[in-house]
């Protein structure tokens, strides 16, 4: 079970004792101006018992229990969808749908997956030779769309080596924010590359808290075979027209770029999410295999699941001893006002 509480739990925890306070408070005073007789005493210690106890359920209630994964499949609106985009220069391989590039496939995956999971809360991260925010989590779907036509590779000029996992951190920060502010909501995340590293040495781990995640995919791009990529100077708003030069070798050629499907996979396994090849054509519904949410096309018995409110439990119970305390104080109500009308008037001089 698990708790998610409608206001912070210091300010919970400070109103319940307060209001415990009054409920015995009162009682007390009730006491003291209480007659001997035991039935009526025996009435005045329910009502402050039914009192105590109406106050330790609304708080009950007030902290929301619940029970992670058993309830409905999540809803759109109950998702933070992070999209990590690989924006180095290899994403600008013509080897996507013949001999476009590869951006071309990532930008109508991220447009397709949004439209699939619309309502959802939408981030996107950006890497290169570093990772930077470039969306925060937002309901704006515009704002997504016009961030994905944004989207570009690295300018040429200042291309250097690109570790895969770079976004490692940034990532892992922003997934625990979104957490702590919102535990409630279930984290999807989209990692959109070639598995290419191009960096010296060897990539490191996507250090992320598979905990965090609750559905997602790692989508690759590109072909073993490779495509070549022209380059993008961020001063000339022409259409690139040269490619990228290979001068590792004694003939100086086009430089190629391949896919990496091993590295990919140990991403996705590193997130704890399935990776999925894409190619022109393949319907986003494969992309989505990792991440069920009431409306897509993925099956209704697995996938990202949501959870079962229980506040609704305590929250009853409290309204329930309202009512009987109302109608314990309507029956003293009418008993008094007998009694008073049934005694002897008294004669005045």
Known sequence: MTFIPLVPGWLLTAGTLVLLCLAVLAGLGGWKRSATDHGERRSQLLHVGSGVLTVLLLALAAARPGLPGAGQQAQTND?????????????????????K??????????LGIAEQLSGARYSMITFDSRARLKLPLTVDGAALETSVELLSPQDSLFAKGTSVTVASELLSERLKKAHEQHPERA????????????????????????????GGAVLGYGTEQGGRMKQYLSYDSSPPQ?????LSGDTPGDAVSKIDPAKLKSIASDLGVPYVHRSAGDPV???LAGTHATGDSGSSDSGLRGRAELYWIPAGLAA??????????TRSGQRLRKALGSAPERKTL
């Open 79 to 99: 998702l933070n969808v992070f999209f990590v985009v690989d924006t180095t220069s290899s994403v600008a391989a013509e080897d996507y749908d013949g001999a």
């Open 101 to 110: 590039p590869r951006l071309e496939g990532i930008q109508k995956d991220i």
């Open 187 to 214: 984290n999807v995340v989209f990692y959109l590359g070639d598995g290419e590293q191009t960096s010296t040495g060897k990539a490191g781990p996507m250090k992320v808290d598979q905990a965090l995640v609750q």
């Open 242 to 246: 040269r490619y990228i030069k290979d």
């Open 285 to 287: 519904s494969q992309a």
């Open 320 to 329: 329930l001893l309202g009512l009987a305390y109302v109608w314990s104080l």
